[in-house]
């Protein structure tokens, strides 16, 4: 964020370690002490941050969405949690993005525009320059005839309209607000890239080390990144970012400088840092403005040196709802009626990577209320569940999945979500749970739905507990979704669609389909693609389906059977997400394909 350079504070961004202490302070820490007016003069996207929280605590008081106690109570829970205030109220359904939005601009009389689902044209966008956009944190938005249309999420800088005048030719300036994140997603794309801020450090910087993390994490956090990987070479250091599941370059480093950013990560993750020759894991807390973000750290010798990992965690479940899954109308009535059965096992199955977790995660949080006590045990804990009690998976005490789960069930809660169940011991445990009386989730490896329950029973679970316990499989795939900015669509002839699938016209009945790509833009990174979406394949054991477990359990026997109850393919799932321009069929023969 190149407006942090105005920020009075040297940094706004620090590597803290990871324990509750740091957590609390690292939310108080000192905000930046600039002599201002009220409401005047605020140019940094911390300040705005600030800005827009206190005025969201006003509007919910002031309308009673909300008794002064109950915002205490959630100020006290997202301290302890390190959880954001808007990330909060928009996760547990206290309020959406919408009202947050209005809220603000009303307090500023003026629009409010949702910058994330109506981006601006880039060349619109570019028409003011870098150091006005940023130093005010204000984007051209919209341009006609007769008037212009700039974003800002602080409305109230005096003079801006009149600055903003020089670039309309003359035509009067509309201000509207957008939410300060979304802001950043379009300022990001002023950033130098990463290789021509890594030489500026170089060139100015004491401290290239903490600086050079600093540039990478923050920008991880922007481009809503989920790996970073450090890969030396024999004189770089290659910087990889994995985004919507696809890892690419980010940038390149001096391999001289590495030795210190190697050590520097070590300190925080309190690993050994004279150990060259063994693996390693560890956690950091980052915290940068406002926002923090758990990472999750390993590092691994190779011949060229060590390679680093850092996987940065969800931590919050604002965006884990049904409808941003990607579950049809119909696979929601099914879940819905299935996760409130009063017991047995939902299952979700499907590679590392194809989001069991997510999914999982959203079924609780549906089911999540403070007289129902739901309890966990995960490696890592990726989502924050307000009133969930959440347990971590500890190699160093013996605490895994199936001790964690004996612990659990001696407490008897009514929901238990178990991480994984990929042993024996914890499969067992895991049906017995279910048979005495808990609804009890997890994760599995199979390829398929069906192909859950002979493993199942591979890994030593009676037939006949199984089919008496379990009642849904669900399988996934994550597929990448077209970027909204840049989607075309075009006509292919049904002979064209043969050649890759040649059974197409199961799935398309016209000889002429229109279809759906990215062209590539700015706001994707040129790849044509944006977020992802899942794909699901859902397996509800009926009572057929119950009596072929115990008398035939063949995957394919089941299928079949499922088949004939309604159950479709991922790749089915995939089609109809094709079909409404979700995604490419390029993309769902990527992670999917026909069975
Ligand atoms: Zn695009």
New binding site residues.
């Given amino acids: 964020m190149d407006q942090t350079d105005k920020n009075p504070q040297p940094k706004d961004a620090q590597l803290v370690q990871t324990d509750v202490a740091s957590s609390t302070s690292s939310d108080t820490q000192s905000q930046p002490q600039k002599p201002s007016v009220e409401g005047v003069t605020i140019q940094s996207a911390q300040d705005a941050r600030i800005n827009t929280v206190k005025r969201i605590k006003e509007a919910m008081l002031a309308q009673n969405k909300l008794t002064e106690k109950q915002l205490k109570n959630i100020e006290h829970t997202i301290k302890l949690h390190n959880i954001n205030f808007i990330d909060y109220l928009i996760s547990q359904s206290i309020v959406d993005k919408d009202f947050i939005g209005q809220t603000v601009a009303n307090y500023y009389k003026v629009s409010y525009i949702d910058l994330e689902a109506n981006q601006p044209p880039k060349d619109l966008v570019l028409k003011i320059p870098k150091n006005v956009t940023t130093e005010s944190r204000v984007i051209f938005y919209y341009l006609d005839q007769s008037h212009a249309v700039f974003v800002t999420d602080e409305p109230n800088q005096p003079g801006l309209k009149e600055k903003l005048a020089e670039y309309t030719g003359g035509l009067p300036v509309t201000i509207a607000y957008s939410l300060s994140d979304d802001i950043d997603v379009i300022l990001a794309h002023y950033r130098k890239p990463l290789i021509t801020r890594f030489n500026q450090i170089i060139q100015e910087q004491q401290r290239v080390a903490p600086e050079i993390i600093d540039e990478i994490i923050k920008d991880a956090i922007v481009f809503d990144v989920s790996d970073i990987h450090f890969e030396p070479e024999e004189k770089v250091v290659l910087i990889r970012f994995r985004i919507d599941g696809v890892l690419r370059e980010a940038g390149q480093l001096p391999i001289q400088y590495y030795e210190n950013i190697l050590n520097r990560l070590k300190v925080q993750a309190r690993m050994r840092i004279d150990e060259h020759g063994a693996s390693q894991d560890g956690a950091i807390r980052y915290s940068v403005d406002e926002e923090s973000v758990d990472i999750r750290i390993s590092i691994v010798p190779t011949l060229n040196g060590e390679t680093v990992a850092l996987r940065l965690l969800a931590g919050n479940s604002k965006n884990l709802n049904f409808k941003n899954l990607g579950f049809n109308v119909f696979d929601l009535k099914t879940i819905e009626k299935q996760i409130h059965r009063p017991f047995g096992m939902i299952i979700t199955t499907g590679p590392t990577g194809s989001g069991k977790t997510t999914t999982l995660y959203a079924m609780l949080k549906l089911l999540n209320s403070s007289d129902i006590n739901i309890t966990t045990i995960e490696d890592p804990v990726e989502y924050k569940l307000f009133g969930v009690n959440q347990i971590q998976v500890n190699r160093a005490t013996h605490l895994n999945f199936s001790e964690g789960l004996r612990t659990i069930v001696r407490q008897d809660p009514d929901i238990i979500l178990v991480g994984e169940i990929r042993d024996k011991e914890t499969a067992k445990m895991a049906v017995n749970a279910a048979l005495t009386g808990h609804l009890l989730f997890s994760t599995f490896h199979a390829n398929d739905s069906a192909t859950a329950i002979p493993r199942f029973i591979d890994m030593g679970v009676e037939p006949f507990l199984l089919s008496s316990t379990l009642n849904t499989v669900i399988a996934q795939r994550l597929m990448r979704t077209i970027?909204n900015?840049?989607r075309k669509s075009y006509l292919v002839n049904i002979s064209d669609i043969k050649k890759k699938i040649p059974n197409a016209e199961v799935y398309f009945t016209q000889p002429q389909i229109t279809l759906y790509f990215?062209e590539?833009?700015e706001?994707?990174n040129f790849s044509?693609y944006?977020g992802r979406v899942a794909l699901y394949e859902i397996l509800v054991v009926s009572p057929q389906i119950k009596e072929l477990i115990v008398k035939n359990p063949s995957s394919k026997l089941i299928w079949e059977q499922a088949r004939r109850e309604g159950a479709r393919t991922l790749f089915e799932d995939g089609i109809s997400k094709v079909k409404n321009g979700r995604s490419t069929l390029e993309e769902l023969m990527r992670v999917a394909e026909p069975k």
């Fill in positions: 970027c900015a840049c990215g590539g833009c706001a994707c044509g944006k």
